[in-house]
């Protein structure tokens, strides 16, 4: 059963789109609403109904006025496929023409076929072409701001792009995202040199990486025993950094040094290092991310100039603490490629594998984990999407945002990667067959995503020291309130990012709108559980007893909060950007399914109707649209052009 226009129930096979002209509505459709009442089945009004703001006001988001199409959007356009009022804002054009430019990857011929990866990966070799595909499109632009003559300008543009690098092979995510950190504290406090430098060495198609970890401190920055010693030239080199991404290939890199009794960065040019006074580490092998030039260099008397300093002396962490919230955010974003991969590969499947004579997708437990797949994938978009505007719309909440993130996303696809899994069955543990054994390439890199920068325990360790300034009585100004629909419409554009003036605040965050200006919609009364769940959790939070560092049980509150987090994203996208979505998903069946799985992780059952129903309508949204050869997402890109 599809959905229509008006988000009313029609008739048509799995995954058929509505054959009624657009708009017409069948004689018989208000019945057919009151008998899927009497079944148990949520009806679209009922799901509707607003949750009740302060004063009693209504929080669902107008119509949008005659005329109004979001930032970049072409009036009339509608995505391939017969998506609905979906239109393609310029935020996502890049995109749009990188997955043409890459091509399809289940067609043997496309530049990144799934066989070559997968072929590559076994071998634990870099993917050499797929790199130099991506660098024939002109991926290392968007990795240079505007001001030094690239074309990075929003955050939500960069995770669409790395995104769709992930859905080939996310070691071509990781390889990008690694020079983009070690150039990020360069964009943000480096002279004109050396952004000069980082831009000119970016733009030729090189990579830079970021030398930061050492094997003896972890996740401990102030244990950093590498030392960059004064000389009247400049500074000297000694010691080891271990797991850096990019450390063989990478032409510069971005070393985390203690210089007196500070920690400095320095802005390493390895062109101009004797090759006497460094050298590369062993390759670590690892489970995933096979193909990824991960390593170490120990420096031995490395003289670099005094220039090598960015920014001030002794601030290093903080620098890196700053440039850490756009790499976590920007990490989900190949979470979600991996993600989109695994359930495009699990629907192929369950539509070519035929048993008990029919075709696996006829099967109830085969729809119910594509379903949970789908519901998860679609909750950590709203997440990650959600979290790349914030860091030029509210980068002061960014610290907290950009964690809450890093922790839910990377879970959250995790989930949908074993659902998809799942459908495969037995052969998911077979090398071979369903995408020549792509999702289990693809099981294995997203374990990777929730380590890089920062485990789930480091994150819920700064959520949890967040939490604790949001959620306490502030007699003073908490400074200005942020536009939730602003963050949240398509139809508003995020503020460009000028790295010399903008940036995460790592000052305490006294604000958290996503989850404290959240009201509805209602949902059949879903709402009111998870309102009851922040209430409890905001009066945990005040009355924990906060010694050194957050106590025990801060650990479990911060991840409900993750989980009310992502709640909230769902519904703040659906009340603002239902207009714009494909027609199935601009019902709020989508939502409920979302947050019957969340309320469930909570330890809450939902309340009356089951949403099962509704995420029969999901499956079939999901099935056409790969079908249409599109990636399961709120903002799907055209399909790219097919070869032959």
């Not at 496929?81 to 023409?97: E, K, L, N, P, Q």
């Not at 960069?158 to 504290?185: C, K, M, N, Q």
Request: hydrophobic share 45%.
């Amino acid at each position: 059963m599809g959905l229509d226009r008006a988000g009313r129930p029609g008739r048509g096979r799995a995954g058929a789109a509505d054959p009624r002209p657009r708009g017409a509505h069948p004689a018989g459709a208000r019945g057919a609403a009151g008998s899927a009442a009497r079944r148990g089945r949520p009806t679209r009004q009922s799901l509707l109904s607003a949750g009740r703001g302060r004063g009693g006001q209504q929080r669902l988001a107008p119509e949008p006025p005659g005329g109004l199409h979001p930032c970049g959007a072409v009036p009339g356009k509608r995505p391939c496929g017969g998506g609905g009022a979906m239109v393609s804002r310029a935020v996502y054009r890049s995109s749009t023409a990188l997955e043409a430019a890459l091509g399809d990857p289940f067609d043997p011929a496309a530049p990144v076929p799934y066989r070559r990866v997968v072929a590559l990966d076994e071998r634990e070799q870099r993917p050499e072409e797929a790199f130099e595909a991506a660098g024939r499109w002109g991926f290392a632009r968007h990795l240079i701001p505007q001001g030094d003559g690239g074309r990075l300008a929003c955050f939500e543009e960069l995770l669409g792009l790395l995104r769709v690098l992930a859905r080939r092979d996310p070691v071509l995510a990781v390889g990008h995202g690694a020079s983009l950190f070690a150039a990020l504290p360069v964009w943000m406090w480096g002279n004109a040199a050396q952004r000069a430098l980082v831009a000119e060495r970016l733009a030729a198609g090189e990579f830079g990486a970021v030398a930061i970890s050492e094997a003896g401190a972890g996740s401990d920055l102030f244990a950093t025993t590498t030392a960059a010693t004064r000389t009247p030239a400049g500074f000297r080199l000694n010691g080891e950094k271990w797991l850096i991404s990019n450390a063989t290939r990478g032409t510069f890199c971005t070393v985390l040094a203690r210089s007196g009794r500070h920690l400095g960065l320095f802005l390493v040019d390895k062109r101009a290092l004797p090759a006497d006074r460094f050298r590369h580490l062993p390759k670590v092998p690892t489970l995933g991310l096979r193909g990824n030039d991960l390593s170490g260099i120990a420096f031995d008397g490395c003289e670099i100039p005094a220039g090598a300093q960015v920014g001030e002396a002794g601030r290093g962490v903080e620098m890196l603490l700053s440039a850490s919230s756009y790499v976590r955010v920007l990490a989900c974003g190949i979470a979600l490629g991996a993600a989109d991969g695994a359930v495009r590969i699990a629907v192929a499947w369950a539509r070519e594998r035929r048993l008990y004579g029919r075709e696996l997708l006829a099967l109830p437990a085969v729809r119910e984990r594509l379903s949970a797949a789908c519901t998860d994938l679609l909750t950590a978009e709203c997440v990650a999407i959600s979290a790349a505007r914030a860091l030029t719309f509210g980068a002061d909440r960014a610290r907290l945002w950009s964690s809450v993130a890093k922790y839910v996303v990377p879970l959250l696809c995790e989930r949908a990667v074993r659902n998809a899994a799942r459908v495969l069955g037995a052969r998911f543990y077979l090398r071979e067959g369903a995408a020549s054994g792509m999702l289990q390439k693809f099981a294995r890199d997203l374990a990777a995503t929730g380590i890089v920068d920062g485990t789930s325990m480091v994150q819920l360790h700064l959520i949890a020291s967040a939490l604790r300034s949001v959620t306490a009585p502030h007699p003073g100004n908490r400074g200005t309130a942020l536009n939730l629909e602003g963050l949240f419409s398509p139809a508003t554009p995020a503020p460009l990012w000028h790295p010399r003036r903008t940036g995460p605040a790592l000052g305490p965050v006294v604000r958290d709108e996503i989850t404290q200006e959240w009201h509805g919609p209602c949902l059949d009364g879903r709402f009111a559980l998870l309102d009851a769940e922040r209430t409890g959790l905001i009066r945990h939070i005040r009355v924990l007893t906060w010694t050194d560092g957050p106590p025990r049980a801060a650990f479990a509150l911060a991840r409900r909060h993750c989980l009310l987090h992502a709640a909230a994203a769902c519904g703040h996208t659906w009340v603002h950007h239902r207009r714009l979505l494909d027609p199935e998903l601009a019902a709020p069946h989508w939502p409920a399914a979302c947050w019957d799985r969340l309320l469930a992780m909570l330890g809450r059952t939902p309340p009356g109707p089951s949403a099962a129903a509704c995420e029969e309508d999901l499956v079939n949204w999901l099935v056409r649209t790969c079908d249409e050869r599109r990636w399961p997402s709120l903002i799907p890109p055209q399909p790219p052009a097919s070869k032959g």
